[in-house]
């Protein structure tokens, strides 16, 4: 990770996260932060998650903005479910990997996508908590 973002890593902004579409949550790209998430049955997604998650699990409601066309990265320790949704539709994700566990991002999604409004739903998590980071890729 570049020396930037292992400061923000870091040093996240603590952020709950909504469980309803019309309560948007605004986060920043660029900016890491403290996602807490809510009990999955308690959260009422947009679009339905392409994975949904068991019973027992943790999801939650942010919404980010682009200003240019690129791609955009989006990095999380844990191993949640991910939608990035715009205008009812799932974006899907042009790349998929797994991060380097010793510096605690354990997956990271490329997106393309163009300025506007976004919505991110995430799904299925094991944990209540976690870090959450958009970054642009140059």
């Not at 570049?2 to 909504?18: A, E």
């Not at 990265?73 to 991910?82: A, C, K, L, V």
């Not at 998929?96 to 299925?124: F, R, T, W």
């Amino acid at each position: 990770m570049s020396g930037t973002m292992s400061i923000s890593w870091q040093t996240p902004t603590s952020v709950l996260s909504s469980h309803q579409k019309s309560n948007k949550i605004e986060i920043s790209i660029g900016k890491a932060y403290s996602l807490e998430l809510h009990n999955k049955s308690s959260v009422q997604f947009a679009v339905r998650p392409q994975e949904p998650g068991g019973r027992i699990s943790y999801a939650g409601l942010v919404s980010f903005n682009v200003r240019q066309v690129g791609t955009y990265r989006i990095i999380t320790n844990g191993r949640p479910w991910i939608d990035i949704v715009q205008k009812g539709k799932i974006i899907d994700a042009k790349a998929h990997q797994h991060g380097e566990n010793c510096q605690g991002a354990e997956k990271i999604l490329d997106y393309a996508l163009s300025p506007g409004d976004y919505d991110m739903e995430v799904a299925s998590s094991g944990k209540k908590k976690i870090k959450l980071f958009i970054i642009p890729v140059l």
